[in-house]
């Protein structure tokens, strides 16, 4: 593996990835529905990602945020779980595991939270109506490939118009801005981190598959992990660590055959160096949970909520 530096590397990720961001067009927002909740309003609503490319999505504002009281901020990336008719609706507490109502949660703490649906989910499956489910965002990863570029790519400009959009609210405090996934909501965080310096404070829950261990197990992973030609230069902990001096925080499970330990464990250790590197050591922190598979758990939940009181309040 040829390791470059660091600012050589963000470079030749994003080539890998597909090259430069396209410049940022007006947002467009459209607003859907809102209704109040307990302790926060829930707004249903879009905005555009790209020219004749929208992205629906939930807004939860809690009662205590207002234009002239504003909060922080935090986007919330949903997970995989090959379950393409959940997406945004589960975070924001309308559907899905009640384990995973992360936005609600966070909402009732006085964060602004936005719950964006991902291409290939929910709201954002084939438009034609001809792929279904898994069949579409196949289909939207080999578009991507055969254009030079790959879904990750996709994955991370929407998620860049996610902050766009939060930065917009005048409930939000820009400077404060933080995000949250578990699963594939994970591989977001990580992956968004390295371009879009205006989160603060990152969380990435049971999601680091490292391609060593992917390539030792065998797994065949959801299509977001996978960046044509990065392998020469790093892997996924390498891309985590560009994030630094930001703050970053990992949970991952001990037996989650998702991210394999063994590699898992030496991805923290990768992702620990760059921060030290950067002279942020203290910006870094990880909980692997022993006995303990693909989930979001009490102890896990405990550190998210910590990390987010931490960098994002009290810093503030």
């Not at 989650?256 to 923290?268: H, L, T």
Request: glycine share 10%; charged share 25%; net charge negative.
């Amino acid at each position: 593996m040829n390791q470059p530096s660091t600012e050589d590397f963000r470079s030749t990720l994003l080539r890998c990835l597909g090259g430069a961001w396209p410049d940022a067009i007006d947002l467009n927002e459209s607003t859907k529905q809102s209704e109040q909740a307990d302790g926060f309003r829930r707004i249903t609503l879009s905005y555009e990602l790209e020219q004749g490319d929208r992205c629906p999505a939930i807004l939860l504002i809690p009662d205590s945020a207002s234009a002239s009281k504003p909060a922080p901020a935090i986007a919330v990336w949903h997970q995989h779980a090959g379950k393409y008719d959940l997406g945004k609706s589960e975070p924001a507490g309308l559907a899905g595991d009640p384990m995973h109502h992360t936005g609600v949660a966070l909402a009732k703490r006085g964060y602004v939270v936005l719950c964006p649906d991902a291409l290939g989910f929910e709201e954002r499956q084939d438009p034609s109506g001809t792929l279904e489910g898994g069949e579409f965002e196949r289909f939207e990863f080999l578009r991507y490939t055969v254009s030079g570029k790959c879904l990750a790519w996709k994955n991370i400009l929407d998620m860049r118009r996610a902050i766009d959009y939060l930065v917009s609210r005048p409930e939000v405090q820009e400077e404060h801005i933080g995000c949250y996934g578990h699963s594939m909501g994970s591989t977001h965080t990580w992956l968004v981190g390295p371009f879009e310096p205006r989160i603060k404070a990152l969380v990435g829950n049971c999601c680091l598959p490292t391609y060593k261990g992917i390539h030792r197990t065998r797994i065949l992973h959801c299509f977001p992990n996978f960046i044509p030609g990065i392998f020469e230069y790093g892997d996924t902990p390498d891309i985590a660590g560009l994030i630094a001096p930001r703050a970053l925080h990992l949970n991952l499970g001990e037996d989650d055959s998702g991210s394999p330990i063994r590699e898992a464990r030496d991805g923290i250790n990768t992702i620990q160096k760059a921060y030290a590197k950067a002279g942020a050591s203290d910006q870094f922190s990880a909980f692997i949970e022993a006995k303990t598979g693909h989930v979001l758990s009490a102890q896990m939940w405990q550190r998210v909520e910590s990390f987010f009181e931490h960098h994002l309040k009290k810093s503030g």
